[in-house]
């Protein structure tokens, strides 16, 4: 999955774009709307908490870097003690550490906001709207065309390269 962003001028045309994409088959949990606080989206499926901050990337962060850092620290106990490295006790380590990580990384990231979302601070809060679909990647250059070509007032702003699965 890859995510498109749109940067749309008003609320009618987000409402048009919206409809138009769900009669394309796509379902609204792959649509995020980004507004201004305080805007009515109405029936318009809202930017959730993994979209507006960086949690997920955070976590994954962590996890990897707490692994590490719980096997080499492991590794560096049990030797000092006199323990022979096991294959048992290192993946506890690599778990627990992975686990700390991902937590103290997660819970940092949901106060940092997306970075990518940060280039459109001003425009949201100028009154634009942000819209996030998520599509295959077969499907992408179809569905901007769609949209580019119906709604010319909405810049198409890039395409996130990857995506974690849907949470």
Known sequence: MRRIYFLVPDIATTHKIVDELRGEGIEDRYLH????????????????VFQKTDFIPALERGAALGGVTGVLAGMV???FAGFAIAGGPLLGILFYGATIGAIMSGLAGLQVGNSKVKNYEEAIEAGQLLVMV????????AISQVIIKHH????FEGI????PPSY
Do not use: F, G, Y
Not at 33 to 48: F, H, N, Q, V
């Open 134 to 141: 998520d599509l295959p990647k077969e499907r992408i250059d």
């Open 160 to 163: 996130e390269p990857l995506l």
């Open 77 to 79: 106990a049990l030797r």
């Open 33 to 48: 709307i980004l507004a201004k606080r305080d805007t009515p989206l109405e029936d318009m499926p809202e930017a959730s």
């Open 152 to 155: 010319p007032d909405a810049k």
